[in-house]
């Protein structure tokens, strides 16, 4: 923090000495976490949070110290970016939670209770910050827009349990397998990335999405794997080193969900493998899934191939490199690009059906 501190009282720096090292005693991980200038940093801080609560207790006004908990978090949640912010509340909340313990320290046993009310409110307030992220506006309109939100906060909060609830209550309010894919988890799951890709949730976070997110998936399989098959056959794969394979996933199991023999053969799928599969499983149609735009170049080499090969052959590309071009899909030899893989079942029931 950029302000000086001045006129502390000697007494008030042996406390706040107290509960700094009491602080580093009972999580260990801030000695991993902290280097020497975030030490510091985190020893001045606790001296304005002294201050603050102090004008809040004076002026009996706990509003004042939690607008301050909150602006800090999020101060300390733009200063840290290596922690995700459950991270960061873990350790507001420590801190706060060992100052309750030393508020007869500073301000006696008349006044302690009032201190410990507005710490107690700085607490709530803080762990209600964490779900306060901001998001892109797009994230917040269409359908089902609560339930995405509340399932993203969730996956942010790295409560497993959380999320899985969110999906099977939506499942048991009947909403339809598609739209959970398309409407929850395939536009959270954009957020996700756009989230790390500001830098404000971390790669470790990201990850931890992706995968819960995947084991998620899974719930649905007993159903989705039950149709009535109606001899059809898609084959999708995320092209070249390209390693984001929820898409590619979620077009396989929604085709799969309506009948088709989905053939899925993953991330990182060269494209000389990819040519041995369609030999050996002769689909009827083609999806291939890019996310990274570093990829498009090998997955345009990929399409060319597969239609040199395959003249007659149906193909699909999709993902979120395609949206960083400038419609460069429309000067490729493909038969179709879309981003959501209800309106590509859409248009493959009816192209299969003419072939």
Same mark, same amino acid.
């Given at each position: 923090?950029?302000?000086?501190?001045?006129?502390?009282?000697?007494?008030?720096?042996?406390?706040?000495?107290?509960?700094?090292?009491?602080?580093?005693?009972?999580?260990?991980?801030?000695?991993?976490?902290?280097?020497?200038?975030?030490?510091?940093?985190?020893?001045?801080?606790?001296?304005?949070?002294?201050?603050?609560?102090?004008?809040?207790?004076?002026?009996?006004?706990?509003?004042?110290?939690?607008?301050?908990?909150?602006?800090?978090?999020?101060?300390?949640?733009?200063?840290?970016?290596?922690?995700?912010?459950?991270?960061?509340?873990? /350790?507001?909340?420590?801190?706060? +939670?060992?100052?309750?313990?030393?508020?007869?320290?500073?301000? $006696?046993?008349?006044? &302690? =209770? #009032?201190?410990?009310?507005?710490?107690?409110?700085?607490?709530?307030?803080?762990?209600?910050?964490?779900?306060?992220?901001?998001?892109?506006?797009?994230?917040?309109?269409?359908?089902?827009?609560?339930?995405?939100?509340?399932?993203?906060?969730?996956?942010?909060?790295?409560?497993?349990?959380?999320?899985?609830?969110?999906?099977?209550?939506?499942?048991?309010?009947?909403?339809?397998?598609?739209?959970?894919?398309?409407?929850?988890?395939?536009?959270?799951?954009?957020?996700?990335?756009?989230?790390?890709?500001?830098?404000?949730?971390?790669?470790?976070?990201?990850?931890?999405?992706?995968?819960?997110?995947?084991?998620?998936?899974?719930?649905?399989?007993?159903?989705?794997?039950?149709?009535?098959?109606? /001899?059809?056959?898609?084959?999708? +794969?995320?092209?070249?080193?390209?390693?984001?394979?929820?898409? $590619?996933?979620?077009? &396989? =199991? #929604?085709?799969?969900?309506?009948?088709?023999?989905?053939?899925?053969?993953?991330?990182?799928?060269?494209?000389?493998?990819?040519?041995?599969?369609?030999?050996?499983?002769?689909?009827?149609?083609?999806?291939?899934?890019?996310?990274?735009?570093?990829?498009?170049?090998?997955?345009?080499?990929?399409?060319?191939?597969?239609?040199?090969?395959?003249?007659?052959?149906?193909?699909?590309?999709?993902?979120?490199?395609?949206?960083?071009?400038?419609?460069?899909?429309?000067?490729?030899?493909?038969?179709?690009?879309?981003?959501?893989?209800?309106?590509?079942?859409?248009?493959?029931?009816?192209?299969?059906?003419?072939?």
């Amino acid at each position: 923090m950029c302000l000086l501190l001045t006129s502390i009282e000697p007494n008030l720096i042996s406390l706040a000495q107290t509960i700094f090292d009491s602080q580093f005693a009972e999580d260990p991980r801030l000695v991993v976490e902290m280097d020497e200038r975030r030490k510091r940093l985190m020893f001045e801080d606790i001296l304005y949070n002294f201050s603050f609560l102090t004008t809040a207790v004076n002026l009996e006004d706990g509003t004042i110290f939690t607008n301050y908990a909150v602006w800090l978090y999020e101060l300390l949640c733009n200063l840290m970016k290596d922690l995700d912010r459950d991270r960061i509340k873990d /350790q507001m909340v420590g801190h706060y +939670c060992i100052l309750r313990r030393f508020s007869q320290k500073l301000f $006696g046993e008349d006044r &302690s =209770d #009032l201190a410990n009310t507005y710490l107690d409110q700085a607490i709530k307030a803080t762990e209600m910050a964490v779900d306060n992220i901001e998001v892109s506006p797009q994230f917040l309109q269409g359908r089902h827009q609560k339930i995405r939100r509340d399932y993203l906060n969730a996956l942010l909060r790295s409560d497993t349990n959380r999320a899985i609830q969110i999906i099977r209550d939506a499942e048991a309010q009947g909403i339809e397998i598609d739209q959970i894919y398309e409407d929850i988890i395939r536009l959270t799951m954009l957020e996700v990335g756009e989230l790390c890709h500001k830098n404000i949730i971390t790669v470790d976070k990201e990850h931890y999405c992706t995968s819960t997110t995947q084991m998620i998936l899974s719930l649905f399989y007993p159903t989705i794997f039950s149709q009535p098959s109606k /001899q059809k056959k898609i084959l999708t +794969c995320c092209i070249g080193s390209e390693l984001h394979e929820m898409g $590619g996933r979620m077009v &396989s =199991d #929604l085709f799969e969900y309506h009948g088709w023999e989905s053939i899925y053969l993953g991330a990182a799928v060269p494209v000389a493998s990819l040519l041995h599969a369609i030999e050996e499983h002769t689909p009827d149609l083609v999806a291939l899934s890019v996310t990274m735009p570093q990829y498009l170049g090998i997955c345009h080499e990929a399409v060319v191939a597969l239609r040199n090969a395959h003249p007659s052959l149906l193909i699909a590309v999709g993902g979120r490199a395609f949206s960083t071009s400038n419609a460069i899909y429309t000067r490729w030899p493909i038969d179709i690009y879309t981003e959501l893989a209800t309106e590509l079942l859409y248009w493959a029931e009816k192209a299969v059906q003419r072939q």
